[in-house]
């Protein structure tokens, strides 16, 4: 909106306003934006979920230490979405398809967070949709997304290649198109499409959610991400940039930065008052969302293999999960004191803080690390 205004408008008229032409200037608007608007909503949004008493329930399973969290305002992930979106509305030019994608992901998945919570609150126990209502809204959104992008594919403005770490030529295409002598093969290339997109988007978005067991853990681990990705988003869209790093290029992916921009601010924001102790928590509104939305870039800026790097954390805590059900079914054991793996670690003794602090870290150093792959090709 910004953009259209002050650059499409008003440069003519006032060449200061050139400013609003680059991305670089917009991400960090953005970000700032999104960061205050939590800051300053924060309060108001807290009170407002106090009085209606929106509290957080807490698994009878879970750590001794969490009971006392019992009633904190959940939800707050409506405040994120908020301090998203309306940066994103601001300052991206929005003739941009892949910002809609983006913000389509973010609030589709954030709808489906709400309605758990919304049921969770109303039954007033930590129970919201069965894992079927939810995997089949979460598998709609994954469909209609991959109707989107095959759209744009035919369009001429999008690759369904991806890019490989450290691979600088071989960028595999998910439709296989060189691989399709026959026509009856073209069905099983789109199923392995949208079971890709499945395994991506719908992965971050669950393993998101279920590192959001601390006070300021899934927060502060999406900073870290989303900055990652605000960079890959840039150097993916600029084409001197993705020439010289061996990249696959998505021309106009590069505005995306300011949506992963504003999706830092907006989590940096949030991390004020969701820090320990925590005032609030984001419930699944926006652990669902925040997910979806890493997902969602990731696949319009062809880096979902590099997404297990810069999300490895996340990665982790799903797969501990995963590896925990497994191995209780199959041997009647678990390989963990409890799960998610950060309840295993407060099993062993060590303080929440210290807990969250380790994981920021490592989430840190995996982030740098996929950064760096972008030069050793």
Known sequence: MLYWLFYERLFPQFSPFRVFSYITFRTAAASLAALLLCILLGPWMISW????????????????????????????????????????LLFTNLRNPYVWLALFGLIGYGAIGFIDDYTKVTRGRNLGLTGRQKMGLQIVLVLMIGIWLLILHTQGLYSTAINVPFEKTWKPDLLIDSLLDQSWTYPFAFIFFFVFLYFVIVGASNAVNLTDGLDGLAAGLMVVAAGALTVLSYVSGHAQFATYLGLDRTPGSAELSIFCGAL???????????????????????????????????????????????????VIEGLSVIIQVASFKLTGKRVFLMAPIHHHFEKLGWPESKVIARFWIAGLILALFALTTLKLR
């Open 264 to 314: 830092t601010g907006a989590c940096l924001g949030f991390l004020w008052y969701n820090a320990h102790p925590a005032e609030v928590f984001m419930g699944d509104v926006g652990s669902l969302s925040l997910g979806g939305s890493l997902g969602v870039v990731a696949v319009l800026i062809k880096q979902e293999i590099l997404l297990i790097f810069i999300a490895g954390i996340f």
């Open 49 to 88: 979920l106090r009085r209606l008493s929106i509290g957080q329930h807490i698994r009878s399973d879970g750590p001794e230490s969490h009971h006392k969290k019992a009633g904190t305002p959940t939800m707050g992930g409506l405040l994120i979405i908020t301090a998203v979106v309306i940066p994103t």
